[in-house]
């Protein structure tokens, strides 16, 4: 299986700020590669797919770069709703799988 | 609007059954594969297979095998996951999704004796 590590695992940061979470593939997927966004008590929520592909209703101020192995994940003025846990996912394969998260908190 | 609406929460005794059901609603069900994910504390969201809506063809991740059954109600456009043998590990959040566009509220599996 193809094992999906996101950067930092918890990251801290103030109201404002821009934002990078990372994620890597152990094996290249291209472009096959969604992020979500994970309230508590929550489903995952759509936010980017194929690496860079806005979900409609997502706020224009998250936006997702990368290809074959290395993607980011960016929030450029982080607000307090943004609060919460994202994963990177991979669908390159028939066995999708995903990272372990990272959290998002308020500094 | 779309939306995959899962069954609820359930308390299981080990080494029994559970069914969890997740009904579509919004768009043409037959058109898109359902998948079904795990979710736990310990080890976060694990791909647990999917199935084919319009001919109930499947495929699991090798590490569910056995575990889990995945089926499908066309008439009703409900897909199915059956979890079998349950033990403690298999407590956790159960999702099905449409694509990676679309999840279910999950739910929540707990097995104790």
């Known amino acids: 299986d193809i094992q999906m590590t996101q950067s930092p695992s918890l990251l801290s940061a103030s109201v404002g700020d821009r934002v990078t979470l990372n994620c890597r593939a152990s094996?290249?997927?291209?472009?096959?590669l969604a992020w979500y966004q994970q309230k508590l008590g929550e489903a995952p929520k759509l936010l980017i797919y194929?690496?860079?592909s806005f979900q409609a209703g997502i706020p224009s101020r998250f936006s997702g770069s990368g290809s074959v192995t290395d993607f980011t994940l960016t929030i450029s003025s982080l607000q307090p709703e943004d609060v919460a846990t994202y994963f990177c996912?991979?669908?390159?394969?028939?066995?999708?799988?995903f990272g372990g998260g990272t959290r998002l908190e308020l500094k | 609007q779309v939306q995959l609406q899962q069954s609820g929460e359930e308390l299981a005794k080990p080494g029994s059954s559970v069914k969890l059901s997740c009904k579509a609603s919004?768009?043409?069900?037959?058109?898109?594969?359902i998948s079904w994910i795990k979710q736990t504390t310990g080890q976060g969201l694990e791909y647990i297979g999917d199935?084919?809506?319009?001919?109930?063809?499947?495929n699991y991740n090798e590490k569910f095998k056995g575990k889990a059954t995945l089926t499908v109600d066309k008439s009703s456009s409900t897909a199915f996951m059956q979890l079998s043998s349950l033990t403690p590990d298999d407590s956790a959040v159960y999702y099905c999704?449409?694509?990676?566009?679309?999840w279910g509220q999950g739910a929540s599996v707990t097995v104790s004796s």
């Open positions: 199935i084919n809506t319009e001919s109930g063809g499947t």
């Open positions: 999704a449409r694509g990676v566009d679309v």
């Open positions: 094996q290249k997927i291209y472009k096959s």
């Open positions: 194929n690496a860079n």
């Open positions: 996912q991979q669908y390159y394969t028939g066995t999708w799988t």
């Open positions: 919004g768009y043409m069900f037959t058109r898109y594969y």
